[in-house]
């Protein structure tokens, strides 16, 4: 089936993915909750809907600044990801909203696969490290391409100690959003 999912629009890959919901949350529900930690929940979460969906994998558990990270290694690492982590991004939202059904008080678990997220993130830093070296000199302010929640706190956070510029986010539920990067 994971030979199969390469082919199959985005949209009707997560329509697969939230049908698998329901089941894997009633096979959650027969395990011994109690004696799981939110992090074992998670990953049996990942690993029962990847086996659905036919990859075959390997989770590690990673501990990060950030909190717990599962890392899914993969001969198929591309077809988990998408265009630009859109489908790693589905599958840590379900991931942890099936989660918080068990567990409402866990941390957020992050979901990456082959460490793409490590080097968006990284890449991220020094983009945004040379952009508010740019504000910084030329005085204008910079506005970034669209970036998720994730994404724009990562950026945010970056700044947050930088003396010369400050960051800001438009108001709105829009689900990607461009930062301002602008002279203080």
Known sequence: MASLIRSIDPDDLR????????????????DMIGRMTAVDAAHKILDTMLGHLGFTTTIEVQQTADGPC???????????????????????????RILRRHFPKAERIKVDCEHFRSIQEDQLHAEVTSIAE?????????????????????VHNVLVANPDVVSHSPEGDDRLKRITIAPK
């Open 15 to 30: 329509l697969v993915v939230l049908r698998l919901h329901a089941g894997i949350d009633r096979r959650l529900d027969r």
């Open 70 to 96: 599962l890392q899914i290694h993969t001969g198929e690492s591309t077809a988990l990801i998408g265009s630009d982590g859109d489908r790693l991004d589905d599958l840590q939202y379900l991931v942890n």
């Open 134 to 154: 740019r504000v910084k000199i030329t005085g204008q302010p910079y506005q970034m391409r669209p970036l998720n929640a994730y994404y724009r706190r990562l």
